[in-house]
């Protein structure tokens, strides 16, 4: 099992019903393989944290790799993410079986 972690750093003056349009829209995500999706606003707990966090577990390598170029989230990383997006970090791991 593969998970994904993206987070965002929003810039200073992102459109934040975008944002929030956003979180909601990678969730509606239906991809072969993808085990999960979560997404959300960071809860503010600790000072220099990002804004938003994407998780998504995968059966492997393969399923990743449709979700990493599927055309529709393509057009969400596009429409949605990228303008107001100062910074995006992302990191693939493997789960314990």
Known sequence: MI??????????D???SLADRAVAE???????GMVSIVA???LGLKEGTFD????????DEAAYRRYDTDG????????LFFPIS????RAQLALPD
Do not use: S
């Not at 100062?86 to 970090?89: F, K, L, R």
């Open 3 to 12: 998970r994904n972690v993206t987070v965002v750093k929003l810039k200073p």
């Open 14 to 16: 992102a459109d934040q």
């Open 26 to 32: 990678i969730q509606t995500l239906e991809i072969d």
């Open 40 to 42: 959300g606003r960071d």
């Open 52 to 59: 938003l966090v994407v998780t998504c577990d995968f059966v």
């Open 72 to 79: 529709e989230h393509d057009r969400m990383r596009r429409e």
């Open 86 to 89: 100062e910074q995006i970090v």
